[in-house]
């Protein structure tokens, strides 16, 4: 292994534990406190959708789980890079991500039984989930499209070779 490929491990595997901490901060929030967090982003929403005459009404629920899958489905992306890094294969890689991100999902629902007014919710883990999935899907989808457009290139290079 490089000195390139020890940096980006130990970078990528930083931010996947500042992820995690990040989303079991979130979920150590009392409720009162995480309502304050939300309710300016919902205003700000709704405010933008009257300024542009859309008449719909985003609720503090509604921001709550798009902020769910958000946070998983960046949480997926850096599990994917790496444990790509570490693994070096695609389907090795998709197949660690889901259970790891979906285990993180249930610790944090469980983190949730604690503070003050929040609660643990089956959906919350199944949007968790969906975001871990969604952006997994997208990292191998981008891979396999290298890969082919690597296989591509080194195919006609190849033919130019043997046509010389």
């Not at 929030?29 to 939300?38: F, M, W």
């Not at 998983?72 to 998709?94: D, H, M, N, P, Q």
């Amino acid at each position: 292994m490089n000195k390139k490929e020890l940096t980006a491990r130990i970078i990528l595997t930083v931010l996947s534990v500042i992820a995690v901490g990040a989303i079991f901060y979130n979920s150590s929030l009392d409720a009162e406190t995480s309502t304050t967090q939300s309710d300016p982003l919902t205003y700000g929403i709704n405010q933008f959708f009257a300024s542009i005459n859309i008449h719909i009404t985003i609720t503090d629920k509604m921001v709550r789980k798009a902020a769910h899958f958000s946070e998983y489905a960046v949480l997926g992306a850096l599990l994917s890079a790496t444990i790509y890094l570490y693994v070096g294969k695609r389907k090795e890689t998709f197949a660690m991500t889901l259970p790891l991100g979906c285990a993180v999902a249930v610790c944090d629902e469980v983190i949730q039984l604690f503070p003050k007014g929040r609660s643990s919710e089956v959906t919350d883990m199944l949007i968790d989930s969906a975001g871990i999935l969604f952006s997994a899907l997208i990292i191998q989808l981008i891979w396999y499209l290298i890969e082919r457009h690597k296989a591509k290139k080194e195919g006609k290079e190849s033919e130019r070779f043997i046509a010389e």
